[in-house]
């Protein structure tokens, strides 16, 4: 499984980017996804999941209200919608998979198999 992120760049406090994560694999809706982050210095930190159906999400609680997680399992893409940014979100964020046998999020880094290169978002004040 590989997984591409983009999306990420410079933006102002207040403003919003929207981050995509596209996965070659062939049942991607089999996987369930999350994003984390991790500043400079910092050790990663779980930002959001989504369960293999999509019905299911969780955030953690810097985001809550401010960011979406979603996917297109036709387009084997997970996004992370961010809006109302603070200079607190500055940081690289990795999406990352794993395959999922019930309905469920994983919120922990050592439950994710897999991982992307990460992109950087930089959030000025």
């Known amino acids: 499984v590989q997984l591409q992120a983009s999306g990420g760049g410079l933006v102002q406090a207040g403003g919003s980017l929207r981050l995509s994560c596209a996965a070659s694999?062939?049942?991607?809706?089999?996987?369930?996804m999350g994003w984390f982050r991790q500043a400079p210095g910092k050790e990663r930190d779980f930002v959001a999941a989504i369960g293999w159906g999509g019905a299911t999400t969780y955030y953690a609680d810097s985001v809550k209200g401010r960011f979406t997680i979603s996917r297109d399992n036709a387009k084997n893409t997970v996004y992370l919608q961010m809006n109302s940014l603070k200079p607190e979100d500055t940081a690289v964020y990795y999406c990352?998979?794993?395959?999922?046998?019930?309905?469920?999020?994983?919120?922990?880094?050592?439950?994710?198999?897999?991982w992307g290169k990460g992109t950087l978002v930089t959030v000025s004040s």
């Open positions: 990352a998979a794993r395959r999922a046998y019930a309905l469920g999020v994983y919120i922990e880094t050592v439950e994710y198999h897999y």
């Open positions: 694999v062939h049942d991607f809706s089999n996987y369930a």
